[in-house]
C-alpha cells in the first residue's frame, strides 16, 4: 500500500496532509514517513502499517522543480559512473589480454597501476 503526505511548512516545523486534511506534525521532514505511519497506527491499529510505502512531497514552491532537476541529474550521473567503471573494466582487460603491461595499461587509461590492477580483478 501507498500513501503520499503533502508536507506544508508552519512556525514549528511541518503539517503533512493525507487526502486533503491535515493529519500530523513533525519538526523535520526526515522523521515525517515515521510520523505519518504512527498517525496511521492511531487511526487504524488494526493494520500493519509498517510496510507501506509513505512518499513525501514537500510543498517548496518553484524550488521542487529545481530539486526535482538536480535529483534526476544526479541519477544520470551515477549511471554514468556505473558505465564508465564497466567500461573501463573492460577495456583495462583487454589491454592486459593483449600484452600491454600493467605500467603501460595504466599509462594508456590515464590511471594508476593499483588502479589497473583493480579493474583487471574478476
Not at 1 to 10: D, L
Not at 53 to 77: F, H, M, S, W, Y
Amino acid at each position: 500500500m501507498k500513501v503520499t503526505a503533502t508536507a506544508r511548512r508552519w512556525d514549528r516545523g511541518w503539517e503533512l496532509w493525507i487526502d486533503g486534511e491535515a493529519a500530523t506534525q513533525v519538526a523535520t521532514l526526515d522523521r515525517a514517513a515515521a510520523q505519518v505511519r504512527d498517525y496511521l497506527d492511531t487511526i487504524d491499529p488494526s493494520a500493519d502499517h509498517s510496510t507501506w510505502e509513505i512518499e513525501v512531497v514537500p510543498e517548496i514552491g518553484d524550488l521542487g522543480n529545481a530539486v526535482k532537476e538536480a535529483r534526476a541529474a544526479t541519477e544520470q550521473a551515477s549511471t554514468a559512473t556505473i558505465d564508465a567503471a564497466a567500461k573501463s573494466r573492460e577495456v583495462a582487460r583487454r589491454l592486459r589480454a593483449a600484452g600491454y603491461s600493467v605500467t603501460d595499461s595504466a599509462a594508456i587509461l590515464g590511471v594508476s597501476r593499483g588502479r589497473v590492477s583493480q579493474l583487471v580483478k574478476p
